[in-house]
């Protein structure tokens, strides 16, 4: 397994860390009216083939978590979240870039949804003209536009370890038929729901992930972030066509530089990533800003810097 080499995660007054991902620490709360339930903390950290670079990426944490609770209220009538407070429980120096979350069981399954082809999708279809066993016509370009959204389940991988596409009846193996086919039919719900919004607001959702998990009341929850740059493939609308691969409202700028001669650094090699410059950090921060100004129609000022004020 790859070794991502993710930072300590800071201790918390009155929390016990449980849990740190590429993007996230999780924490379990321990005193207050929030006892017993999780504090999720987004950092600023981005990580690109198998590593965790420096320095981070300023904003990124408190971006993805304001735009996962401005998706949750606009999803709320599909499925409940699993935010319980982006405020109280939350410690001040964290205010923006954490929620207080209820415990979920997850589903061992990464929910998919994509509308256009790209990613590990197109390399699928190229390789056997299907999707998670979803056939698909022939003749398909990059970025083609699918004639209707498909689920495309993965397997959840390690830590550092890759997502594997699978097919429904692998997922209905491991959870059943009756819960196979609710991940399904509410994954792709969440995706036209969120293709629509953002197709308003001129952005091409291409693809999504979602967490799916049930509550301690057996409920089927939507959990983690949401309808984030790092959770899926936006892109300019204007920008779209077939046949070519559209730029990203994500951390592609970084995975470009660092394939890049300027970088001077060999994936194949042992050797760890080079410190990201200036101008890539600026530029991957504007791609995320201008993801989350463009679909909530909010100019993004940092909570930290208004209450610093």
């Not at 120096?93 to 589903?107: D, F, I, N």
């Not at 951390?251 to 001077?264: C, F, I, N, P």
């Not at 993801?291 to 909530?296: G, H, I, Q």
């Amino acid at each position: 397994m790859a070794d991502l080499a993710i930072p300590p995660a800071p201790a918390l007054p009155g929390a016990t860390h449980l849990h740190s991902g590429k993007v996230r620490d999780l924490y379990r709360l321990e005193e207050g009216p929030h006892a017993g339930r999780l504090l999720m903390v987004a950092s600023d950290r981005v990580s690109a083939y198998d590593h965790v670079l420096s320095p981070g990426i300023p904003d990124k944490g408190e971006i993805l978590t304001r735009m996962s609770l401005w998706w949750f209220d606009r999803l709320a009538d599909l499925v409940p979240g699993h935010v319980v407070s982006a405020t109280e429980g939350v410690p001040a120096h964290l205010r923006g870039r954490a929620v207080v979350c209820e415990p979920l069981t997850m589903h061992p399954v990464e929910c998919v949804a994509r509308g256009y082809l790209t990613g590990s999708g197109l390399a699928d279809y190229r390789a056997t003209g299907e999707v998670c066993g979803i056939a698909l016509p022939a003749g398909l370009e990059e970025a083609a536009r699918l004639p209707e959204p498909i689920f495309t389940p993965a397997t959840k991988a390690e830590l550092g370890e890759h997502d594997e596409n699978v097919s429904l009846e692998a997922v209905v193996a491991v959870v059943g038929r009756a819960t196979a086919e609710r991940l399904r039919d509410l994954t792709l719900a969440l995706y036209a729901r969120g293709e629509e919004v953002a197709r308003e607001r001129g952005i091409v959702l291409a693809d999504t992930k979602v967490e799916l998990g049930t509550d301690a009341a057996g409920r089927l929850v939507l959990g983690d972030e949401v309808l984030t740059p790092d959770s899926s493939r936006f892109w300019p609308a204007d920008a779209w066509a077939p046949g070519r691969t559209p730029p990203s409202y994500d951390k592609q700028v970084v995975r470009d530089w660092l394939t890049s001669a300027e970088s001077g650094w060999d994936r194949a090699s042992d050797a760890p990533p080079p410190e990201l410059p200036e101008h890539v950090v600026a530029l991957t921060r504007a791609r995320y800003v201008e993801a989350y100004e463009r679909l909530t129609g909010e100019t993004f000022t940092s909570l930290q810097t208004v209450e610093s004020t």
